[in-house]
Structures are given as C-alpha cells and as structure tokens.
T-cell receptor, first 108, second 114 residues
Framework: AQRVTQPEKLLSVFKGAPVELKCNYS??????LFWYVQYSRQRLQLLLR??SRESIKGFTADLNKGETSFHLKKPFAQEEDSAMYYC??????????FGTGTSLTVIP | NAGVTQTPKFQVLKTGQSMTLQCAQD?????MSWYRQDPGMGLRLIHY???????DQGEVPNGYNVSRSTTEDFPLRLLSAAPSQTSVYFC?????????????FGPGTRLTVL
C-alpha cells in the first residue's frame, strides 16, 4: 500500500541554521514525489517535485530510493520559511497521498 | 484568473442533512480532486476526475458523491452528513494528470457536523 510518513509534527530551528524535514514513503512502483507548503493564511502550494531536480527558495530534496526517503533540506533557514510542509506521493491511478505534515518554525 | 474557488468557506450542518460543496476553476484544467484534512491525518483524497464526465474514488470516498458535468465545476455532495465528516475540505486542479503538472488548491471549506 502507498504511504507517506512525516515523523516530525513540529520542528523549530534558529534563523540561519540548517533545516531538514523528513519524508519517507512506501510504494512498490517508481515514485513521483512532491513537497507542498502552506504559509499562514495562504493556500497549499507546490514547493518542488523530485522529477524537476530543482531548488526553490533555497530548498532541495533528493529522492533516495534505497532509503525510500525524500527529505527536504535548506542550508540556512529564514523566518519566512515558517510554514506547514507536506510531502506527497503520486501513486497508481494518479491518486495523491499526502503525509501528515510538519510545522516548521524558524526562530529569529 | 480566479484560480480554484470554493464555496462556502464555513458550514455547520446537523446530522443527516445534505449539502453540496462547490468547487470551480477557470484555468481549463482537466484534473480535479477533493481532499479532506483532519488533525494528524494530513490530506486524504476523497474523489477525483480526469475530465468532464469521468470521476473515480480516492482513498476515503464513503459518504460522498461527485459529478463532473463541465470542465470548470466539480461539486462534492454529502447526502447524509455525519459527525465523522467534520473536516476541512480542499479542492484542487491541475492541467492534466502528468507528473510535471502542479496541483492548484482552493482556499478550503471548514465543515462542522453536529
């Protein structure tokens, strides 16, 4: 069965410190993985997707098939990064499976 | 472009009442979907549609009906509301089902069933 796990419900880091939001997945096929972000009082929006291998707002995420992980990383956290982050997997029949989310707080 | 719009923003129902949550998009997107968001559960897919006239069930479809008579609209119907359906509901759309296509989300509808 498809599953996305985000083990940290809450994460706090100081401004300028590195941040890593963990995401692990369970999927028998070739995974398509995404990170979505929801800033305060804004809509959920796409942050990045693994197939693009892009860096958005300083964030990167590498798909590790051996560890079935897709952790989101940023070397230097900024206050504006404070938000709710969701990892998502596109599974069979194009259904999306979301993790439970990690609330990131960047302390000034 | 208004993007993805949802109405109402808030709704309170009594057990057994029916209602329809509205979702519309003006981006000519083929793929539309409904999610519910519950504390500690993340977003779970209720129903989705890959085009007008085509709908399919997601992870948690029980108690909900959908139809897709036009490309723009994708209403979600609760036929007999139950307290377990208290949740925040999000509608989303994307150009098509391809992996490169971003899902755009609506602002959400907060539903309480008493």
């Amino acid at each position: 069965a498809q599953r996305v796990t985000q083990p940290e419900k809450l994460l706090s880091v100081f401004k300028g410190a590195p941040v890593e939001l963990k995401c692990n997945y369970s999927y028998s096929g070739s995974p398509e993985l995404f990170w979505y972000v929801q800033y305060s009082r804004q809509r959920l929006q796409l942050l990045l997707r693994h197939i693009s291998r892009e860096s958005i707002k300083g964030f990167t995420a590498d798909l590790n098939k051996g560890e079935t992980s897709f952790h989101l990383k940023k070397p230097f956290a900024q206050e504006e990064d404070s938000a709710m982050y969701y990892c998502a997997l596109r599974g069979p029949s194009n259904q999306f499976y979301f993790g439970t989310g990690t609330s990131l707080t960047v302390i000034p | 472009n208004a993007g993805v719009t949802q109405t109402p923003k808030f709704q309170v129902l009594k057990t057994g009442q029916s209602m329809t949550l509205q979702c519309a998009q003006d981006m000519n997107h083929e793929y539309m979907s409904w999610y519910r968001q519950d504390p500690g559960m993340g977003l779970r897919l209720i129903h989705y549609s890959v085009g007008a006239g085509i709908t399919d069930q997601g992870e948690v479809p029980n108690g909900y009906n959908v139809s897709r008579s036009t490309t723009e609209d994708f209403p979600l119907r609760l036929l007999s509301a139950a307290p377990s359906q208290t949740s925040v509901y999000f509608c989303a759309s994307s150009l098509d089902i391809g992996g490169y296509n971003e899902q755009f989300f609506g602002p959400g509808t907060r539903l309480t069933v008493l």
